[in-house]
Structures are given as C-alpha cells and as structure tokens.
C-alpha cells in the first residue's frame, strides 16, 4: 500500500470500521441513533478518514471535543450535526451560534451569552445540557439545575438539543451498581427538566462500553466512541459481553487501524556492542540490527525501550536499546533476507502474528485508547 511514499503510515480498514457500525446497530434497542465521537484525531485513527467511512455507513452525528475540531469538519464539507463535548470559551460563542454547532452547556453566564449572540444573528442555537451524576467532570445537578432551566426558559433563541450524562465506572469493572445509580439519578434530573415544561430532547448516557453490555442505557442516541474503531473499552466489557453472548468470531470487534513503518539500514554487530543512547542494551552474541524511521515524537512509546516488539516477515523482532525522538532499532539476527526497506509492523498483522494495541498499552502501563490517540497526526492516514 505505501509504495515507498512514506516512512511510516496508518492504514484504516473501511470494511472493518463498517463491521463494528453494523454490530453496534444490531444491538440498539429502542431505535437509538449512532452518534459517534471522532475527537483526538478520530482516536488517532484520522477524524476526517473516520467522518468520511461514517458518513457512508449513514452516521449523521458527530461528537467532537472543541470547536477547532469541528471548524475542520465544517471546512472539509461535512453538513451533519457536529456536538462539541467540551468546554466552550466565551469568546468562541459567537463561532458556535454562526457554525450551527450543537454545544454543551452548564454555565448560566454561557446560556445568556449563547440567546444574546443567537439573537444578533436572527438564529437558534441547540445546546446539550450535562447532568452530573457521579463522574464529577462538566455537567450539573441539583440547585445548579433549577436555577439553569429557569433561565433556559426565558429564552427565545437558545434550544434545548440534548440532555445527557456520562458514566464513571462502567468500562473497569463488571460490577454494574454505580452504573446504576447514576442511571437513577440521571432519570431523577431528566424528570425536573421535564416538568419544567421542556420535551424533545435527545437523550443520551451511552458510551462504547455501555452500549455493548448496557442496554437499557441507550435511550435515544448512543455516542460511540473507542469500539467504532475495533477496540473494546476494557477487557471487563469483553468478559461483561461473552459471559452474556458466548465468544464467537460474529461477536468479535474487528481493529480498522494498522500501523507500520519500513527498515531504513541494517548493522551487523560483534558480541559486547551496545545499542543506543544509555547503552542500556548490549548483544551477548554477533547480530543483525536494523533501523527504523519512527519514534516516540511520533507516538511509538519511549515505554517499549528494550521491551516491545514489532512484525517483519511475518516474525516478531524484538526493540533493542532506547527509542529516540525519531529512531527505534530491533534486533533482526533470527529473521532471515530482511532488506532496506522491507515493512514493519508495529500495531496490527502480518502472516499470522498480530500486535493489538492492548498489547503495547499493556506493556507501557496505559490503555488502549491512550496508545492509538497519541500517534501523530503528522502520520498519513491512509483508508483501504
């Protein structure tokens, strides 16, 4: 696929990112719809790769972290509704009123200042309210509630969108109590916002690990976030969803993203010859070393030093040495007619390995979504 253009490039999978949309559909109750969260570079997977393969499979909602985000949506085309999740800046209201952009807002002073500037323009602005409910992040409740539907109410140009929360401890666990208790409350405030005098707002609670193995939490929309791209949340939504379904190749998330790099020299080394900054790895034996053109500035983790492994021919190679800012070398001595720029694989497949990104994430303390999102965007993004 990258016919020497690049050094290293991501593949994105449209079939499988297809699959993963299809297997969430087949699991909506309710009539829920799919909005899917394409913030932080889609993940790392590409935001506009990931709009455009979403878009196809019929997605009409995007959720996005800041306007920066959705300005590049809207620059690139895209007419669906974009929600930004994050917080707004007061001085980027006047932006999100004239973009027709769907905000979160908790903040009386944001609500005053989204009917003022929504009045200037002669339009209406769709906000979503956040309740909190137990992840003490945005959102409010309580009093704090009260008092913003009352001014919600004297408002002519600011529309109530969506109302929606977010869970705190349903992807680490398999123990479903607090998700519920912040069900309940979520329910408790919905119904204040409704005897208000307010109907017809999206609701929506559902993240990727919920809308596998919490159903009852769709409503109506569901925000797909990390399982679009073949990734399950935690291995404790994997055990919640094949303790329930049975594991079978129907039920498996298929990963859309490939990583991989190419070999930019090879070394033969002497017995006692050490690699890399630190010199914290010696060979004990003549070997075969070679170099590759990617490194931590471009989200290989500095963690995989003298731990991680990569895919040549097929065969895992081992890292050897630090990884530099934009150089990581592996020992090739086992792995026979390598050349110059043969690929290398560093998250994905190749003949019948796989490296996941659970796999790196494991062996540099972190989370999947951690490894995938921190791959730099200055990376070609390329869908096949």
């Given at each position: 696929?990258?016919?020497?253009?690049?050094?290293?490039?991501?593949?994105?999978?449209?079939?499988?990112?297809?699959?993963?949309?299809?297997?969430?559909?087949?699991?909506?109750?309710?009539?829920?719809?799919?909005?899917?969260?394409?913030?932080?570079?889609?993940?790392?997977?590409?935001?506009?790769?990931?709009?455009?393969?979403?878009?196809?499979?019929?997605?009409?909602?995007?959720?996005?972290?800041?306007?920066?985000e959705?300005?590049?949506?809207?620059?690139?085309?895209?007419?669906?509704?974009?929600?930004?999740?994050?917080?707004?800046?007061?001085?980027t209201?006047?932006?999100?009123?004239?973009?027709?952009?769907?905000?979160?807002?908790?903040?009386?002073?944001?609500?005053?200042?989204?009917?003022?500037?929504?009045?200037?323009?002669?339009?209406?602005?769709?906000?979503?309210?956040?309740?909190?409910?137990?992840?003490?992040?945005?959102?409010?409740?309580?009093?704090?509630?009260?008092?913003?539907?009352?001014?919600?109410?004297?408002?002519?140009?600011?529309?109530?969108?969506?109302?929606?929360?977010?869970?705190?401890?349903?992807?680490?666990?398999?123990?479903?109590?607090?998700a519920?208790e912040?069900?309940?409350?979520?329910?408790?405030?919905?119904?204040?916002?409704?005897n208000?005098?307010?109907?017809?707002?999206?609701?929506?609670?559902?993240?990727?690990?919920?809308?596998?193995?919490?159903?009852?939490?769709?409503?109506?929309?569901?925000?797909?976030?990390?399982?679009?791209?073949?990734?399950?949340?935690?291995?404790?939504?994997y055990?919640?969803?094949?303790?329930?379904?049975?594991?079978?190749?129907?039920?498996?998330?298929t990963?859309?993203?490939?990583?991989?790099?190419?070999?930019?020299?090879?070394?033969?080394?002497?017995?006692?010859?050490?690699?890399?900054?630190?010199?914290?790895?010696q060979?004990?034996?003549?070997?075969?070393?070679?170099?590759?053109p990617?490194?931590?500035?471009?989200?290989y983790?500095?963690?995989?030093?003298?731990?991680?492994?990569?895919?040549?021919?097929?065969?895992r190679?081992?890292v050897?040495?630090?990884?530099?800012?934009?150089l990581?070398?592996?020992?090739?001595?086992?792995i026979p007619?390598?050349?110059?720029?043969?690929?290398?694989?560093?998250?994905?497949?190749?003949?019948?390995?796989?490296?996941?990104?659970?796999?790196?994430?494991?062996?540099?303390?972190?989370?999947?979504?951690?490894?995938?999102?921190?791959?730099?965007?200055?990376?070609?993004?390329?869908?096949?």
């Amino acid at each position: 696929m990258n016919n020497g253009a690049y050094t290293s490039w991501i593949e994105i999978s449209k079939p499988a990112y297809k699959k993963n949309i299809e297997f969430f559909r087949s699991r909506i109750i309710n009539g829920a719809e799919i909005s899917v969260v394409i913030k932080a570079n889609g993940y790392g997977h590409g935001m506009l790769e990931t709009a455009h393969i979403a878009q196809e499979c019929g997605i009409e909602i995007f959720c996005v972290h800041s306007l920066e985000e959705a300005l590049i949506l809207k620059k690139a085309g895209f007419h669906t509704r974009i929600i930004i999740l994050g917080p707004v800046m007061r001085e980027t209201i006047p932006a999100v009123v004239e973009n027709d952009l769907e905000p979160v807002c908790y903040l009386i002073e944001n609500l005053r200042l989204f009917e003022k500037h929504a009045s200037i323009k002669d339009k209406s602005v769709n906000i979503h309210l956040k309740i909190e409910t137990g992840t003490n992040r945005q959102g409010i409740n309580g009093l704090e509630l009260v008092e913003f539907v009352k001014e919600l109410k004297k408002c002519d140009h600011v529309k109530l969108k969506g109302v929606y929360s977010h869970f705190a401890n349903i992807e680490d666990t398999t123990d479903r109590s607090y998700a519920k208790e912040q069900i309940d409350r979520f329910k408790r405030e919905v119904e204040l916002i409704r005897n208000a005098g307010f109907s017809g707002f999206d609701l929506h609670f559902a993240s990727s690990a919920a809308a596998v193995i919490f159903q009852n939490t769709h409503f109506s929309m569901i925000r797909l976030g990390i399982s679009q791209y073949g990734l399950w949340p935690s291995k404790e939504t994997y055990l919640s969803y094949i303790t329930e379904h049975g594991h079978g190749p129907e039920h498996i998330l298929t990963p859309v993203l490939t990583w991989k790099t190419v070999i930019g020299q090879i070394k033969n080394l002497k017995a006692g010859e050490f690699v890399g900054y630190g010199c914290t790895h010696q060979v004990t034996r003549d070997s075969k070393i070679a170099i590759l053109p990617i490194g931590y500035s471009d989200g290989y983790d500095r963690g995989l030093s003298n731990q991680g492994y990569v895919l040549v021919h097929g065969k895992r190679a081992a890292v050897v040495g630090r990884i530099a800012m934009n150089l990581t070398t592996i020992d090739i001595t086992d792995i026979p007619d390598v050349s110059v720029e043969d690929e290398v694989v560093l998250i994905g497949e190749q003949g019948d390995q796989i490296i996941r990104a659970e796999n790196l994430a494991a062996l540099t303390g972190t989370i999947n979504y951690e490894t995938v999102s921190r791959i730099s965007s200055h990376i070609q993004r390329i869908v096949v």
